[in-house]
C-alpha cells in the first residue's frame, strides 16, 4: 500500500511555468504506475498523464501533448509533473494516483487505487 502527497501548486501567469511534486510512501513504489489528473470546476475529473514502473514512453493527454513532461524517481519515491506554456484552461486542481494493477486501462480514474489529496494549480491570463 501507498499513500501519493502532491506538493508544488500556486497562482502563474499563462505561458509560465510550474513543476508538481508527488511523493509516494511506501517500499515497493517501483511496482506502481504512476499518474496525474486533473478536476476543474464543474468538470470531471481527467486524465493528464501517466508514467509506467520503467520501460516504455509516457502517455499524455492531448491537451497536454508537448507542454507537460511526467517523470519518476524510484531512489527517491517520487513523481513530477513539469508545466510549461500554462493556459487558463490548465486551472484546476491536479491529482496524483498509483495503482499496481496489470491489464488495465491507465487512462482511466477507476483504475488507480490510491489518490493524493490534491493540489490547486491557477492559470491567470
Known amino acids: 500500500q501507498v499513500q501519493p502527497v502532491e506538493s508544488g501548486g500556486g497562482l502563474v501567469q499563462a505561458g509560465g511555468s510550474l513543476r508538481l511534486d508527488c511523493a509516494v510512501s511506501g517500499r515497493t513504489f517501483a511496482n506502481y504506475v504512476m499518474g496525474w489528473f486533473r478536476q476543474a470546476p464543474g468538470k470531471e475529473r481527467e486524465i493528464v498523464a501517466y508514467?509506467?514502473?520503467?520501460?516504455?514512453?509516457?502517455y499524455y493527454a492531448d491537451h497536454v501533448m508537448g507542454r507537460f513532461t511526467i517523470s519518476r524517481d524510484n531512489a527517491k519515491n517520487m513523481v513530477y509533473l513539469q508545466m510549461n506554456s500554462l493556459k487558463p484552461e490548465d486551472t484546476a486542481v491536479y491529482y496524483c494516483?498509483?495503482?499496481?494493477?496489470?491489464?488495465?486501462?491507465?487512462?482511466?480514474?477507476?483504475?488507480?487505487?490510491?489518490w493524493g489529496q490534491g493540489t490547486q494549480v491557477t492559470v491567470s491570463s
Open positions: 508514467i509506467g514502473r520503467s520501460a516504455g514512453p509516457p
Open positions: 494516483a498509483a495503482t499496481p494493477r496489470y491489464f488495465v486501462s491507465y487512462k482511466e480514474l477507476g483504475s488507480y487505487n490510491y
